[in-house]
Every structure is written in C-alpha cells, then in structure tokens.
C-alpha cells in the first residue's frame, strides 16, 4: 500500500515512516522544509516538496491533491498542523485518499484552549482558572482572583513560543503590557491562566474510531524541552490509571475520530489530576508508544481503511528519550541540580544503557545527524539559541 507520510522534519515522522515500511508498505515522506531529515532515512520509496500549510494553504492543498494522484496514495498519516488544514478540506481530499482524522469543529473545540475551558467546566473535569484577557477591563484586582502564580499563553498554539510565567511579587498589569508588546499578539488571542504547582507531568494518548475509544497510552515526563515545561525529552510509560476515565468524558462528548494527546499534571499538593491542554494530532512521545509496543501508525491506518480495530496492551516503564531535545535540556537541569557530575553520569549513562531515542537507529542513522543540521542553521540565521520554526501560522485557524 502506497502511504504518504507529511511533517518530514519531524521525529515523529521518521518514527512513523519506520513503523509503516516495516509492515510492508511503500512510504511516500513530504515537508515543506528542503532537506528534511526523513527524506534521509533509507525506509522511504519517494519524497517530494509541498508549499507551507501556514503562509500558502491553497497551494499546500493544490500541490498535496497532485502527488496524491501522481504517486497513486491510497492513504495519508498526517503528522502536525498540516493535520488540520486538512481536516478543513477532507470531503474534497476523501475523494480520492483516506486518513483518520477528526471533525474540523471537534478539532477546533480542543484546539482552543477558551472553548476547550468551557467545554472542560461544562463536564466538571478539573482545569486551571483561566481567563481571557479580552474579557479583563483593567488589571486592578487581578491578585485576588490569582493570589498565586499565573500565566499567559495564546488561546491557539504557543507550546515553544507563547508561554510566560509572571512574577507573582511583581504587579500582574506592566508584565501583561510587556509580554502583548514583545509578543505581537492581539490581546483578543491571549488567556490568563492559574499556574498549578506540579508534582507530575503525564501525556494521555486516545485513538478513537467514530466516536469509540478504541486504545490509549500514557507515559510520565521525567524532562521537558524548553525544561520549564514543554515537550517531553526522557519519558516512561506508565499505567493511564484515572486519565482514562477523564479524557473519555471529554472524547466521547465530541464524537471523535483519531488520535489526540492530552497533557495532565497532578497537583503537588492534592495528588488530583489536572487536563491542561490538547494536542489534537499526532504528539512528540510518538516513540514512546511505538517502543512500548503499540503501533500507532498501523492502528490510524486501520481505522482510515475503516478496519476493525482491537484493543492493544502496551509494556509499562520502557524508557525512551528525543535525545537532540534532552540535550538541550542539560544547562538548565544541570544548574537546578546540587551535583553537577551526578547529571553528567546521568547523561552519560543514557547514551549507553540502551534506552531508546526518538532519532537514531542503528539501521537507519543518516537522520540523526540532519536534526542538528537545520538546528545550528537556524540559530545562526535568527542568531537566537531558541528554538525557531521555519515558518508557523501567523493568526488562528478558523
């Protein structure tokens, strides 16, 4: 079977390209970024550009309807928000390909942090307080009703980019004012959200097939990159335990069709879980449940061949690690640490225990070393040490 594989320079792509050749099939790997580092990987047939989804959505969608006939694609695996642009489109794209994705407005319901609050409260599943910071006349006050530390974050995106923690020793108003000036964002965009003390950070994964929860995962985030709380670098999975219940509530309520990550933390406190936000896609730990034993490639092949689909268990406490992240994680861990050479031994022993990484494989090593390659480039043309994408959408999707 002839599967196109979108997102190329990305892990999660190569880890989803391995996992379908694997079962067989011929792989079709495409980005809009020259020089992916999936289009490195010997387990691709073909490969080939498309324009951005972000800056050029129409010719993204011309240019994706073209190769699908060309290279004959009988179904896509979409890998990042292209997933969306898709979702939109998908009548005119069902027409001649299959892929399992979502309703574009159960999409939109997750993808927005605002509705996603509301929808949250509405189903009494625990969330931080947030408010729209449209919705906030003047700044007096603001400390009663966020007596601890708070947040902002755009109500679309902003996972790398768009997250500051104010100072809670400082007035809310000149911080919130900076923070709109630096940003660019309309204040329209923006959320103030409670900030929760964290004693554990988890990713809850479901699959759903018409509205039927049909498997899940979770593993628990021992780092982060950026490290104050973003993308997992060192994972171990673990028992989904009451995320499962809860995230079904959520799910179940907007007919799902897909996959979905679910980001909880516990409170250091209460030990209760809270659901922060919703990644409505394809997420960063794919590894983590591929190297677990779940194949999430070959199950969202399955539901958009409408294949019957069982009920996987998955090993818990296997470690996995998106190592060029974890490596950039290792100034801040390392100053938070009392003991500098216990973190080295740690890194150290890492790389050489066997646990599994999200970019290199033995039989497969060229893309490893393309990661990096973008990274420095891209350090060097923004001459900042933050991670930049190499283009992203500039206002919401609607």
Request: net charge neutral; glycine share 6%; proline share 6%.
């Amino acid at each position: 079977m002839n599967v196109l594989v979108t997102n190329a320079n990305s892990r999660m792509a190569l880890c989803t390209v391995r996992a379908l050749a694997k079962k067989g099939h011929s792989v079709v790997a495409a980005d809009y970024v020259p020089h992916a580092m999936t289009f490195f990987s010997r387990f691709i047939s073909k490969k080939f550009l498309y324009p951005s989804p972000f800056s050029a959505p129409s010719d993204f969608m011309r240019v994706l309807k073209e190769r699908i006939t060309q290279y004959d694609i009988d179904a896509i695996i979409p890998i990042h928000e292209e997933t969306f642009l898709m979702a939109k489109h998908a009548n005119s794209l069902m027409e001649t390909t299959k892929f399992a994705v979502p309703n574009y407005d159960a999409l939109l319901q997750v993808h927005n942090k605002d509705r996603l609050i509301t929808s949250l409260n509405n189903l009494d599943i625990l969330t931080p307080k947030t408010i729209p910071l449209s919705a906030i006349e003047d700044y007096v006050g603001l400390r009663e009703l966020f007596p601890g530390k708070a947040l902002l974050k755009p109500r679309q995106g902003g996972g790398n980019w768009g997250i500051q923690i104010l100072d809670p020793d400082k007035d809310f108003g000149p911080q919130i004012d900076k923070y709109l000036g630096s940003s660019h964002i309309e204040k329209e965009r923006i959320l103030l959200q409670e900030w929760i003390p964290i004693k554990k950070k988890y990713s809850h994964v479901v699959v759903y097939q018409r509205g039927r929860l049909v498997q899940d995962f979770a593993d628990i985030h021992l780092r982060d990159f950026p490290f104050a709380g973003g993308a997992g670098t060192l994972r171990l999975s673990c028992d989904p335990g009451p995320m499962t219940r809860i995230s079904q509530k959520l799910f179940d309520s907007l007919c799902w069709h897909g996959v979905a990550e679910i980001e909880y933390v516990t409170h250091a406190e209460t030990g209760e879980f809270y659901l922060i936000e919703v990644n409505p896609r394809i997420w960063g730990g794919l590894n983590s449940a591929i190297s677990s034993g779940l194949d999430i490639p070959d199950i969202l092949l399955k539901i958009a061949l409408d294949q019957e689909i069982r009920t996987t268990t998955f090993t818990r406490g296997i470690a996995t690690r998106w190592f060029w992240g974890d490596l950039r994680t290792s100034p801040d861990y390392m100053m938070g640490s009392r003991s500098k050479l216990s973190v080295v031994r740690e890194y150290l022993k890492l790389m050489i225990d066997g646990t599994k990484t999200d970019e290199f494989y033995w039989d497969d090593p060229l893309p490893f070393f393309v990661w990096p390659a973008h990274a420095i480039s891209k350090m060097i043309r923004y001459r900042s040490l933050k991670p930049v994408a190499y283009d992203r959408l500039i206002g919401e999707w609607e």
